[in-house]
């Protein structure tokens, strides 16, 4: 529950303490008092935008803070699910601030946070529910919440969420493979051509590189051959003699006539030898050059371009490179296979979702059930509550449609199959109308108190604000509506806490022993306020001068 809020250069309010205990807290003053700023603050805290023109002149920050104590079990999953854990207390300390340039910070037990995750923790911690939540009685489409959570159907609602999500998935993967199939046709036949392109190219890795050096040779051939032939006449073998490996030979034989004047000559003549063996292989090796000229240089020319126009058509075609073309026909060839395959797994895929579809609509019309049977107990609920509050004519009713489809089978949605709507008659014998349609804002605010008075046991946050719930309401009825809130708050832990100027609202809820506060005549401030002072306060409140007016003494008995 919120134990205690801190404000600080907020509007008027320079300092402002304020402790909460459980049960109910009214803050009450004359029109003026601050009220308004207070709960401004608390939906500062929350998360609410909050723009620079808040900060209290002269000042150049504004912050507020609020410490959370004794929080319940549900709230602590839900803030555990978010990664937030208490202090070793026990408590959460809330923080946000407001600088004048405009920046903002989060803080939650003294760590940085984003403001989306403050504003996700605070909306666990604490429901403000004022004129515009009123109003969101008004959206049909928050009946169904509304009626669920009285209905205690989350565990229901997750097990058809399941499910549904589960058919709508698999539903998605069925529409993708339809797609696809619906342009199969030529799909398979684009896939066959490639494979029929590359495939007679009869290509080869590294085979473009290889035909562009072979075209240089080709091209640049009769050059080439005779410096070829220039090597080799010179190296090894001449027709007219004169090689090199020629000189070597006769230079061999006249060592050999030196051998008894040359003791050395026997190692020269070893040494010729291997020289002439390295001759002879380097004239070789230059005279294959001569062997890769063609003795149609023109025809091979103009084989080697076709074969690159082919390889480069083939690249731009199907990857940019040779080795992306020769791995797109592996891949066409499996995407062909898996075509093979599309038949058996679209079969598959719809007897699978239509089970999903079949579980899905058992979960939803079990959910429907539980709705159709929780209905009657909200509606009686309700009802009760709005007699009470002085709206005796008003017969308040929910009416549950259930979507079908053309063949009559129930149509499912994020919330099942169900349109569900709060009805009312104002007037004994016409017909139901929707709440949108006919409610006054007097009748709005005391149906919506009703529900959460039906609800009260049912709320997710610990912690509730309640701001100008009492709109449209006469004096008579307010006071009962204090007796309303004062009972939420008595069904919970933590603190429902009312910004209330109504007098016999308040006086309820002195009455109750209930703490009120009130506004010191300078600036926004609380004291808490007994019995006997909120007596002497009526004045103020009521904008009488004296307690002397009739309608205050008739109060003094409460």
Same mark, same amino acid.
């Given at each position: 529950?919120?134990? *205690?809020?801190?404000?600080?250069?907020?509007?008027?309010?320079?300092?402002?303490?304020?402790?909460?205990?459980?049960?109910?807290?009214?803050?009450?003053?004359?029109?003026?008092?601050?009220?308004?700023?207070?709960? $401004?603050?608390?939906?500062?805290?929350?998360?609410?935008?909050?723009?620079?023109?808040?900060?209290?002149?002269?000042?150049?920050? *504004?912050?507020?803070?609020?410490?959370?104590?004794?929080?319940?079990?549900?709230?602590?999953?839900?803030?555990?699910?978010?990664?937030?854990?208490?202090?070793?207390?026990?408590?959460?300390?809330?923080?946000?601030?407001?600088? +004048?340039?405009? &920046?903002?910070?989060?803080?939650?037990?003294?760590?940085?946070?984003?403001?989306?995750?403050?504003?996700?923790?605070?909306?666990?911690?604490?429901?403000?529910?004022?004129?515009?939540?009123?109003?969101?009685?008004?959206?049909?489409?928050?009946?169904?919440?509304?009626?669920?959570?009285?209905?205690?159907?989350?565990?229901?609602?997750?097990?058809?969420?399941e499910e549904y999500s589960r058919s709508?998935?698999?539903?998605?993967?069925?529409?993708?493979?339809?797609?696809?199939?619906?342009?199969?046709?030529?799909?398979?036949?684009?896939?066959?051509? #490639?494979?029929?392109?590359?495939?007679?190219?009869?290509?080869?890795? $590294?085979?473009?590189?290889?035909?562009?050096?072979?075209?240089?040779?080709?091209?640049?051939?009769? &050059?080439?051959?005779?410096?070829?032939?220039?090597?080799?006449?010179?190296?090894?073998?001449?027709?007219?003699?004169?090689?090199?490996?020629?000189?070597?030979?006769?230079?061999?034989?006249?060592?050999?006539?030196?051998?008894? #004047?040359?003791?050395?000559?026997?190692?020269?003549?070893?040494?010729?030898?291997?020289?002439?063996?390295?001759?002879?292989?380097?004239?070789?090796?230059?005279?294959?050059?001569?062997?890769?000229?063609?003795?149609?240089?023109?025809?091979?020319?103009?084989?080697?371009e076709d074969r690159l126009d082919l390889?480069? *058509?083939?690249?731009?075609?199907? $990857?940019?490179?040779?080795?992306?073309?020769?791995?797109?026909?592996?891949?066409?060839?499996?995407?062909? +296979?898996?075509?093979?395959?599309?038949?058996?797994?679209?079969?598959?895929?719809?007897?699978?979702?239509?089970?999903?579809?079949?579980?899905?609509?058992?979960?939803?019309?079990?959910?429907?059930?539980?709705?159709?049977? $929780?209905?009657?107990?909200?509606?009686?609920?309700?009802?009760?509550?709005?007699?009470?509050?002085?709206?005796?004519?008003?017969?308040?009713?929910?009416?549950?449609?259930?979507?079908?489809?053309?063949?009559?089978?129930?149509?499912?949605?994020?919330?099942?199959?169900?349109?569900?709507?709060?009805?009312?008659?104002?007037? !004994?014998?016409?017909?139901?109308?929707?709440?949108?349609?006919?409610?006054?804002?007097?009748?709005?605010?005391?149906?919506?108190?009703?529900?959460?008075?039906?609800? +009260?046991?049912?709320?997710?946050? !610990?912690?509730?604000?309640?701001?100008?719930?009492?709109?449209?309401?006469?004096?008579?009825?307010?006071?009962?509506?204090?007796?309303?809130?004062?009972?939420?708050?008595?069904?919970?832990?933590?603190?429902?806490?009312?910004?209330?100027?109504?007098?016999?609202?308040?006086?309820?809820?002195?009455?109750?022993?209930?703490?009120?506060?009130?506004?010191?005549?300078?600036?926004?401030?609380? *004291?808490?306020?007994?019995?006997?002072?909120?007596?002497?306060?009526?004045?103020?409140?009521?904008?009488?001068?004296?307690?002397?007016?009739?309608?205050?003494?008739?109060?003094?008995?409460?």
């Amino acid at each position: 529950m919120l134990s *205690a809020l801190h404000i600080e250069n907020i509007a008027v309010i320079k300092r402002l303490d304020l402790d909460f205990s459980s049960g109910l807290t009214v803050l009450t003053g004359e029109t003026g008092a601050g009220k308004s700023i207070i709960i $401004g603050s608390v939906r500062m805290l929350l998360g609410a935008k909050a723009d620079k023109d808040l900060i209290r002149n002269g000042e150049h920050e *504004a912050l507020v803070e609020g410490l959370f104590r004794e929080i319940d079990p549900y709230s602590l999953k839900r803030l555990e699910e978010e990664g937030i854990t208490p202090d070793e207390n026990g408590e959460l300390l809330l923080l946000r601030s407001l600088t +004048a340039e405009g &920046k903002s910070g989060c803080k939650i037990n003294g760590r940085a946070v984003p403001l989306s995750r403050l504003k996700t923790v605070g909306q666990i911690l604490l429901g403000i529910h004022g004129q515009h939540d009123t109003q969101t009685l008004l959206k049909s489409e928050t009946h169904i919440t509304l009626l669920d959570r009285f209905c205690g159907n989350e565990e229901q609602i997750s097990r058809y969420k399941e499910e549904y999500s589960r058919s709508m998935s698999l539903k998605s993967r069925l529409s993708v493979l339809l797609k696809e199939e619906g342009q199969k046709e030529q799909t398979v036949k684009g896939l066959k051509t #490639a494979i029929k392109e590359i495939s007679e190219a009869k290509l080869k890795a $590294g085979e473009d590189e290889e035909l562009e050096s072979r075209k240089k040779v080709v091209r640049d051939a009769q &050059k080439l051959a005779k410096q070829s032939r220039i090597v080799y006449r010179a190296l090894y073998k001449n027709e007219k003699g004169g090689s090199a490996g020629d000189l070597i030979e006769i230079a061999s034989t006249a060592l050999e006539q030196l051998s008894e #004047a040359l003791p050395e000559s026997e190692e020269y003549i070893a040494r010729l030898t291997v020289c002439k063996l390295e001759l002879e292989e380097i004239a070789r090796g230059a005279y294959s050059v001569c062997e890769l000229c063609t003795d149609n240089p023109t025809e091979e020319l103009n084989r080697i371009e076709d074969r690159l126009d082919l390889i480069k *058509a083939l690249k731009k075609k199907y $990857g940019g490179e040779l080795s992306n073309v020769i791995a797109y026909e592996e891949q066409a060839k499996k995407r062909l +296979a898996e075509y093979a395959e599309r038949d058996r797994q679209i079969a598959e895929l719809k007897d699978e979702l239509e089970k999903a579809v079949i579980e899905a609509r058992r979960q939803a019309l079990i959910l429907s059930e539980m709705r159709r049977a $929780g209905a009657g107990l909200l509606e009686r609920a309700v009802n009760d509550q709005v007699r009470y509050l002085d709206l005796e004519k008003v017969e308040f009713s929910i009416a549950i449609h259930q979507v079908q489809t053309d063949k009559g089978a129930p149509k499912l949605s994020a919330n099942g199959c169900d349109e569900v709507a709060f009805m009312i008659v104002t007037n !004994p014998g016409e017909l139901p109308k929707p709440l949108s349609d006919i409610a006054s804002g007097g009748e709005l605010s005391r149906i919506m108190l009703g529900l959460k008075v039906a609800l +009260a046991d049912k709320e997710s946050t !610990p912690s509730l604000v309640f701001d100008e719930i009492d709109t449209g309401i006469s004096g008579k009825t307010s006071q009962k509506i204090g007796i309303k809130l004062r009972e939420i708050g008595d069904t919970r832990r933590s603190s429902a806490s009312p910004i209330r100027h109504r007098l016999p609202l308040a006086v309820t809820a002195i009455s109750r022993s209930a703490r009120v506060r009130w506004r010191a005549e300078t600036a926004p401030r609380c *004291a808490p306020l007994t019995r006997v002072r909120a007596f002497w306060s009526l004045p103020a409140l009521w904008g009488a001068s004296t307690l002397r007016n009739p309608s205050l003494m008739a109060q003094r008995s409460c």
